[in-house]
């Protein structure tokens, strides 16, 4: 017995190091990225002073073109399309590429908006699949529609980069909610800096404000507590870490709720790839590698400012499948961009894509298997109770700080929710995040992570099955 | 069992990692607080302050009050940002009278103050300030911080140089105009549209002399802010006898292109190609039929852009009625071309 104790004791001790250490480190690094994005934001906001003032430089914003991916949407597509042209900015066009939708997309947007067939000169700087017409509205000259067969969403914004007319490329989401002054703000850091080749903005969650014409018009709370988890949890990991990393010029990982880029550098590296499960992400990374490894003057913003909105899953069957979606997405553009660590690879390579690496990717990993073996050698009498609950206490009040860290950022920042009782009820959410939340979505994550290790992926239309790799895009030598 | 005692050094680590982050938790909950608090208050007094304000200063327009209160310290800022949202909203002799206003409440020293020892956004209201009041004391101090690195203090400075001194200013400040890849080239060139065609014309054409040829593409694309008059012989001569893509490209794009036809059918015959669509493009706009055969020829061209600007070009060309285009689409042998002017052809028809 005595033996058994002394082979047995290194091993609880080195498991409780393993979860103290995890957990140090992840926090330490939230709460780094946390006082960064303290600096920049208040750099940031210290120069829209005069933005009280009228507008005077309008004018001169370059033209943009939105291009909308849309596969059975024929229930959304009027009113979202609506709400886009509805959008504050001087010069845009829109591409609606109808990914060989099913249902009847296509043929409500016809009547919608009038469409006749335009005899428009193919140039395929991108491959795709076959495009069977390109449509022109009667109503809106600038509006188009690419009817297409189905190859994904990857597919679909490939075409509309074939068909796009300006030097700015806006891909939004389809479940993207926006504000008329979206696009405005998303296309500053073009303006400020020339170097600038993508911009993209952390969206905010949707769920309880109030939406007119499929623009958000008035910001709420969700009753659920599921909704207002995940209001924190947007400030934590994917607003104010963002933005920290993004003043590195090192933001891997920007969501694809709304995102500009400079037409030529999509065009230069290749468009999007169709062979990986998330091409919102993997474009970023690919943009950060490529650049960075020719040594290419770049930067890559992220719009601190609220400008794009989703709607939060208000089931954990929903925010299952999203999180395990997330986490495969995120282990493709890592592995097919695993390249950016080198020698040329700067704040990217070396800081941004090991902490992504670590805490992101395999996260979920590191943190079930740091809670399954202290509560394992709990049970196994390793450790005392108290020394099982000061773990757990070590482990949620790091997670209770980071999270009011982020609230408390928000409200030095935009203060998106001003009322006092909103405050109230996302401070309570962001103690009760820590409380089984947290661990849930890392369970989820881990899961993720085993079926992208068992070649499990999704089929651009939703479905999920194994090894289905469509063939990856080519980029044309020939312009003609 | 039990062979970590409760006293081990990881087991007190938690514990006070774990008391530790609660603690400063607790904190930060008394800093949202207060946080909001602060907001809430100044939110209140802002509104009261404009409240009282506002038909003050709209008073102002017409007749400038003889009593005018000092205002606080912390009134400034408001103030300020109200006084000069009038003056970017107004035009003429309300802007004088309102100047007036603020001179007689000494804001020229509040917002002097601001420039020497305030916060970014504060300095920023103080130089806007003075450059509406066209205060000359403060040239060399604001210069300075034009001189800088801040971006942003950098180009507000610039501005308020331009309202004090548009002329001193460019003299001083166009090369950096040029050269500054941080100043966005659409705010530089709306602050040269403000300082008026009249003072910008000759000392952007001068400019050429003083800025490296590096430089020349952003200056070209200054030069949309003067006049014509002025500016169109100076582009003129850089289209004639420069050789580097980026400047032959700022000169087509610019807004004062003369007209040199003969230039011009040499540049659709360019080795680069985003000059020949420049030149393809710009040929449309001039409106000369000696440019249809060239045009048709860049039909076929095998970069898709030059392809479109050509066939943009040719449907615009007055001499191009219908009939004339479908004759021209007959002689095409390249389906490419056809395909192209086929859309031009209905771009123009959906108009």
Known sequence: ?480 | MNWVADSDPIVWFALWCGIGALGLTALLVIRILLLRAAFQARETRETRFLSRWRPRLLAAIDTVPVRLPRLKRRDWLPFLSLWNHFQESLRGAARHRLSAMALRMRMDLAARQLLQRGSPPEQLMGMLTLGHLGDRDSWDRIEAVARGPHSQLSLAAARALLLIDAASALRALLPLMASRADWPLSRTQWMLNEAGAEITSTMLSAALEDVPPDDWPRLVALMDAGHPDVVSPVIGRLLAGVQSEEVLIACLKSRHLPFNGARLLRLLEHPAWQVRAQAARVTGRMGHAEFVSALLTRLSDPVWWVRYRAAQSLVQLPSMSPEALWRARQTLNDRFGCEMLDQAVAERRGQ
């Not at chain 1, 005899?119 to 795709?128: D, H, I, N, V």
Request: charged share 20%.
């Open chain 1, 1 to 480: 017995m005595m033996d058994a104790a002394v082979n047995t004791e290194p091993l609880f001790l080195a498991v409780q190091w393993l979860f103290v250490g995890y957990v140090v480190a992840m926090n330490s690094g939230y709460l780094a990225l946390y006082l960064l994005s303290v600096v920049c934001l208040r750099r940031s906001l210290e120069g829209r002073a005069l933005d009280v003032l009228p507008k005077v430089a309008t004018a001169y914003q370059p033209p943009v073109t939105i291009i909308v991916g849309a596969h059975n949407e024929q229930a959304s597509i009027s009113p979202w399309v609506r709400a886009l042209l509805h959008l504050d900015y001087p010069e845009f066009e829109i591409i609606v590429v109808n990914d060989g939708s099913r249902d009847a997309t296509l043929s409500t947007l016809r009547r919608e908006f009038r469409l006749a067939l335009f005899p428009e000169a193919a140039w395929k700087r991108l491959s795709t699949r076959t495009v069977h017409g390109i449509y022109r509205s009667a109503l809106f000259p600038n509006l188009r529609v690419i009817d297409k067969a189905h190859g994904g969403k990857a597919d679909a914004l490939n075409a509309g980069v074939n068909a796009a007319r300006y030097p700015l490329l806006c891909s939004v989401n389809a479940r993207s909610i926006l504000q008329r002054h979206s696009l405005s703000r998303i296309v500053q850091p073009f303006l400020e800096d020339p170097v600038t080749i993508a911009a993209g903005a952390s969206p905010r969650i949707a769920n309880g404000s109030a939406i007119s014409d499929a623009l958000l018009t008035k910001v709420g709370l969700p009753r659920q507590m599921l909704g207002l988890m995940q209001i924190v949890e947007y400030l934590r990991t994917e607003l104010f870490s963002r933005i920290a990393w993004s003043a590195l010029n090192a933001a891997l990982v920007i969501p694809g709720g709304i995102t500009v880029f400079r037409k030529e550098a999509i065009v230069s590296v290749g468009g999007y790839r169709t062979d990986v499960m998330d091409p919102d992400i993997e474009v970023i990374l690919r943009l950060h590698r490529l650049y960075r490894l020719s040594r290419k003057p770049y930067r890559i913003a992220l719009v601190p400012d609220p400008v794009c909105w989703i709607e939060a899953p208000e089931t954990l069957a929903q925010l299952r499948r999203r999180r395990m979606r997330w986490q495969r997405g995120l282990s493709d553009a890592l592995m097919v961009n695993r390249g950016l660590v080198h020698p040329r690879g700067g704040a990217a390579g070396w800081l941004a894509f090991p902490y992504v690496a670590l805490f992101e990717w395999l996260g979920p990993l590191l943190e079930v298997t740091s809670y399954a073996a202290v509560t394992a050698v709990w049970l196994c009498g390793g450790i005392s109770t108290l020394a099982f609950l000061s773990l757990l206490l070590m482990a949620a009040g790091f997670g209770v700080l980071v999270s009011v860290s982020a609230l408390t950022l928000e409200e030095a920042s935009f203060r998106v929710y001003a009322q006092p009782r909103r405050l109230g009820t996302l401070l309570t959410s962001a103690v009760a995040e820590n409380l089984g939340y947290r661990q849930l979505q890392a369970w989820w994550g881990l899961r993720g992570l085993w079926q992208w290790l068992h070649g499990a992926r999704d089929h651009p239309d939703g479905r999920k099955d194994a090894q289905q790799k469509p063939p990856r895009p080519k980029r044309r030598q020939s312009s003609g």
